[in-house]
């Protein structure tokens, strides 16, 4: 990689980590559980009543099959995974698609487009325009039309117990097609402009908060820089006057003049190095980077006088290997702080923040000696607003009123990042005092592939030069 010239800012492969994950990585898997089972619910409803009320001919065993296939998929996704998970591009697409091709074969056993409710084979079309990319949404739209398209032509006829057929004129049929085939194709666009524009609308405010964070570090440089100037200016001039007199004074004496000229150059010296201390600040790439172990102990540093013992297992003892460098990310330090906040706040009297690598990922945890997370909840911490925690755990820390926003804050912001965050418990809640480890409270381990968090070696430190005395 060849060094950034030195009139621009340096740029760094990871700086755009956020722009990496699709917008599926924000899809939870639990509302599209919730969502398949009241479509669930209205199948069944709907088969009974034709079925019973109607006195329909049906393939009961069959429709009933075809539903429970997603009540199966429903279990099998409720307990094998997380309720907080997040679906991926990929697993959001393959869920939807699930849905869809349910749907139409349930519309094959009970009439095709005569079945009123084939309307409601839109809906999985609707979402995916709504959380997933264009090309995921697509193939979802055209998927949709193709088996819309085969189930008006080949589907098991409805009729009657007396053998009576239920169908819609020709005509009829036609219009129901084109009506879900438009429907897919409006409501697709529809939903895709409006997602877009609030997408586009929350990137923006980000960038422009990150942006002007930036600013404001940068400001508050030049700030600082500017007042040191302003203290500074005064006796260094003073002393280049001084200097100056002196000089002229021990025209006879060369070796205290020769003194006093020194004297005059440093303080020009010193003068030069305040105006470039600003233009040097914004170009040095330690502003911006920094080894693994700085960036913990920054984020730590808020709470390491509030009466608890934080132990370190960084890896930045004299002689150890070299450290991943990272980026100093505000998402980084502010998430990580966040972690260790909760750490802290609800521990008895110790944290352990530990760190280590290999040449694929990078992990920190961070463990307390607490009560650890109550497991009934364990399954959705990192969801915001989580409800009010029971009395005990209020009347240990009256003055929180509740817990999951700061933890939603601190594993959103660190998942932009590329991390994955895995909540534990250090040990048994049942275990008696004596019984229980040393690290027996709650556990949160941040992964990081290091291809992600990682910076790639850069040529230069800017404009910092070395002061020669």
């Not at 990929?90 to 349910?102: C, I, K, P, S, V």
């Not at 264009?134 to 009657?160: E, K």
């Not at 030069?272 to 790439?285: E, H, N, P, V």
């Not at 009010?388 to 804050?409: H, N, Q, S, T, V």
């Amino acid at each position: 990689m060849n060094p950034p010239a030195p009139d621009r800012p340096p740029s760094f492969p990871n700086a755009g980590i956020g722009a990496r994950f699709g917008h599926g990585d924000w899809v939870r898997l639990r509302t599209l559980i919730l969502l398949r089972w009241t479509a669930i619910f209205g199948q069944v409803t709907a088969i009974l009543v034709a079925w019973k009320y109607y006195d329909i001919q049906l393939e009961i065993v069959l429709c009933l099959l075809v539903v429970g296939s997603a009540i199966l998929a429903n279990v099998i996704a409720a307990f094998a995974l997380p309720e907080n998970t997040r679906l991926s591009e990929r697993g959001a697409m393959l869920t939807l698609l699930f849905d869809t091709l349910q749907l139409a074969l349930l519309l094959f056993l009970t009439g095709g487009l005569n079945n009123p409710f084939a309307l409601l084979i839109l809906a999985p079309a609707t979402i995916a325009a709504t959380a997933l990319q264009t090309r995921a949404t697509v193939f979802i739209g055209l998927v949709t039309i193709a088996l819309v398209t085969l189930v008006a032509f080949l589907h098991v006829p409805l009729r009657t117990l007396d053998g009576t057929l239920i169908a819609v004129p020709a005509i009829f049929e036609f219009g129901f097609w084109l009506a879900i085939v438009i429907g897919v194709i409006f409501l697709g666009l529809y939903a895709r402009r409006v997602a877009s524009e609030i997408r586009v609308m929350g990137d923006a405010l980000l960038a422009t908060q990150m942006a002007l964070a930036r600013e404001q570090k940068l400001t508050d440089l030049g700030g600082v820089v500017a007042a040191a100037a302003h203290e500074l200016g005064t006796p260094l001039a003073t002393i280049k006057l001084t200097s100056t007199e002196l000089a002229r004074d021990l025209a006879d004496q060369p070796e205290l003049r020769a003194d006093a000229e020194l004297i005059r150059e440093q303080a020009d010296r010193c003068r030069d190095i305040l105006r470039s201390m600003g233009r040097a600040g914004k170009q040095d790439l330690h502003l911006r980077s920094a080894p693994v172990s700085a960036v913990i102990r920054d984020a730590a540093e808020p709470h390491l006088g509030r009466g608890k013992d934080l132990h370190f297992d960084l890896g930045d003892e004299p002689g150890a290997a070299r450290q991943p460098e990272i980026l100093r990310q505000p998402e980084i330090i502010h998430g990580l702080r966040n972690l260790i906040q909760n750490a802290v706040d609800f521990s008895r009297s110790g944290v352990w923040i530990d760190a280590e690598w290999s040449e694929r990922d990078l992990t920190i945890r961070i463990a307390d000696d607490g009560d650890g997370f109550p497991p009934h909840l364990i399954g959705r911490i990192g969801d915001p607003f989580i409800p009010r925690r029971r009395d005990d755990d209020m009347a240990k820390r009256p003055e929180y009123d509740g817990m999951g926003l700061g933890l939603f804050i601190a594993k959103t912001l660190l998942e932009r990042t590329g991390a994955r965050l895995h909540f534990t418990n250090g040990s048994d809640p049942f275990l008696t005092e004596e019984e229980r480890p040393l690290q027996s409270g709650a556990v949160v381990e941040v992964v990081w592939p290091r291809s992600v968090i990682e910076i790639a070696s850069v040529g230069g430190l800017g404009e910092n030069r070395q002061i020669i005395s």
